[in-house]
Nanobody
Framework: QVQLVESGGGLVEAGGSLRLSCAAS????????MGWFRQAPGKEREFVTA????????YYADSVKGRFTISRDNAKNTMYLRMNDLKPGDTAVYYC???????????????WGQGTQVTVSS
């Protein structure tokens, strides 16, 4: 089973940027479709973005399209999430996970990392 460690979260003002990282170990990362999800206080976890194993296909929730960019470096077993023009509504704990590329993508297992907190102040 792949082990996942998210990092890069923090406190940022509205309009600012952050880059999250997801370091993977265990099951071959390079053959896994991957994604980012987030959970805000009092809300259910929701899909944010996903990328296929090759990095050629990407998927975004409408709420982040045009502001967030997902990427991956299979040589480093790492996935990234570049977040620009952050809004207070983006405040959440962000998690990475292996996914099934359904519409929308869903986690392929119940295993989650510890997540990384993103807080956007207005």
């Amino acid at each position: 089973q792949v082990q996942l460690v998210e990092s890069g979260g923090g406190l940022v003002e509205a309009g600012g940027s952050l880059r999250l990282s997801c370091a993977a170990s265990g099951r071959p990362f390079s053959t896994s479709d991957m994604g980012w999800f987030r959970q805000a206080p009092g809300k259910e976890r929701e899909f944010v973005t996903a990328i296929d194993w090759s990095g050629r296909r990407t998927y975004y929730a409408d709420s982040v399209k045009g502001r967030f960019t997902i990427s991956r470096d299979n040589a480093k077993n790492t996935m990234y999430l570049r977040m620009n023009d952050l809004k207070p509504g983006d405040t959440a704990v962000y998690y990475c996970a292996a996914v099934l590329l359904t519409n929308p993508p869903v986690p392929s297992s119940s295993h989650w990392g510890q997540g990384t907190q993103v807080t956007v102040s207005s």
